[in-house]
């Protein structure tokens, strides 16, 4: 059975993999679709948020990383997915969920909708608190991947250029000695 992980993961948090490494213990494959919000000013190109999510991955043999514009369910139909897998924090996401899986499903009745709760450790955490804490020079190395991390730190630093880099000051943070050979 496939599953289609849509969001617009910018950037992917270590609660969005989370539940990618649970999908992939329940389907036989898992398809993570970077859409396209018109209604968000992204920090991450489509394509970069997709190349993250391929590195973050990459050790998942059953999972797929692609983007799409449109309606979720015209995706799943292409790609003949029978299921759309969502993340539950609170209780607020579950109405905006539910309403959104009844709204999918009036699109398309062949499509169910599996909600996974988020492990404890990440239910507090959403991409948005990932770019106001990194906003603000504050270390996001324990909610995101390394390498996502990285990336962040960069384009805060190049957007606004007084925002401190907390693996800087951090060395410990630092543990990919390729990408200390690329920044220096």
């Not at 599953?3 to 329940?26: E, K, N, V």
């Not at 992204?42 to 948020?49: G, H, K, M, N």
């Not at 799943?76 to 959104?100: C, H, I, P, T, W």
Request: glycine content about 4%.
């Amino acid at each position: 059975m496939i599953a289609i992980y849509p969001g617009s993961f910018d950037p992917i948090t270590l609660g969005h993999l989370d539940i990618i490494q649970r999908g992939c213990r329940l389907f036989d494959k898992v398809i993570v679709t970077v859409l396209r919000n018109p209604t968000k000013s992204p920090l991450f190109t489509v394509l970069e948020r997709v190349e993250q999510i391929k590195l973050c991955t990459q050790d998942l043999p059953n999972v797929e990383v692609d983007s799409f514009t449109g309606l979720t369910v015209e995706y799943a139909k292409l790609k003949k997915a029978q299921v759309l897998l969502r993340g539950l924090r609170v209780l607020s996401d579950f109405e905006k969920e539910l309403q959104m899986a009844h709204t999918n499903h009036t699109l398309w009745d062949e499509i169910e909708t599996v909600f996974l709760a988020t492990s404890n450790e990440y239910s507090f955490l959403s991409s948005s608190v990932v770019k106001e804490i990194a906003k603000f020079g504050g270390s996001v190395d324990h909610l995101v991947p390394q390498q996502v991390a990285l990336d962040i730190y960069r384009c805060y630093a190049k957007n606004h250029p007084g925002t401190t880099h907390p693996s800087k000051t951090n060395p410990q943070t630092r543990l990919n000695p390729l990408i200390l050979d690329q920044e220096t």
